[in-house]
């Protein structure tokens, strides 16, 4: 039998999904550790406020994915704890790069467009990566879904540094890195937003919530749930 369609089989497929689960985390996690110490030091370089806030969400990234796999087999609330966490540092996100990008429109220097592509490229091959390996998980709990959100907002913001880059060598100046930075900034507040004002609901009720399975139905999903 090849489907979870009694009690026991239904028990195994979700420990086997976990393991799947556990696989992926840490293989995105150790891609977006490595992402970081390159992306970084490449924006350095390059003097693109793009690409350092790009690496900072990398890192960032890394620790929500330990934070996920910490919290895994928690209650309720003690994964709507770390996703508090997560919308928190999506917060931080934005605020810093508003900061950065200010800093820059007073005093900044004209981008490298070359490096900035280069490294953009990278950068958006290593995310597609991630991206993919944690789509199919993405209605499973609420924790799992602001994970698959902070892998969206990463393609977002690579093609956002990628036309960043284009117009920077066709205009010559830094105003399109910092424009594309400001739009990284609003994504990040946005998905704050949303993954808080979801987490604070599941720590106050202890009801998990519900998810959308992309086909129009919702449920309460959690590794716990099991149907007959």
Request: glycine share 8%.
């Amino acid at each position: 039998m090849t489907d979870c369609s009694c009690q026991e089989t239904a028990t195994a497929c979700a420990t086997s999904s976990d393991r799947g689960l556990r696989r992926v985390l840490w293989v995105v996690m150790a891609l977006n550790a490595a992402l970081f110490v390159t992306e970084f030091s490449v924006g350095l370089w390059a003097h693109s406020s793009a690409l350092m806030a790009d690496s900072l969400d990398a890192l960032g990234d890394a620790g929500i994915y330990l934070l996920t796999l910490i919290v895994m087999a928690g209650s309720v609330r003690q994964r709507a704890g770390a996703s508090l966490l997560k919308g928190a540092l999506q917060g931080a996100f934005g605020l810093f790069v508003i900061v950065e990008v200010v800093r820059r429109a007073i005093s900044g220097e004209v981008p490298d467009a070359g490096l900035m592509t280069v490294m953009s490229l990278i950068a958006l091959t290593v995310n597609v990566t991630a991206f993919a390996l944690l789509t199919r998980f993405r209605n499973e709990d609420l924790n799992l879904r602001s994970v698959w959100l902070c892998s969206r907002n990463d393609l977002a913001n690579n093609v956002g540094v990628l036309a960043a880059a284009g117009l920077v060598a066709w205009t010559e100046t830094r105003w399109p890195d910092l424009a594309v930075g400001l739009l990284v900034a609003t994504l990040f507040l946005q998905t704050s937003f949303t993954v808080l004002r979801a987490a604070r609901r599941e720590w106050t009720t202890g009801i998990p919530t519900p998810m959308d399975d992309g086909h129009g139905h919702t449920g309460a999903i959690g590794h716990a749930e099991q149907k007959p």
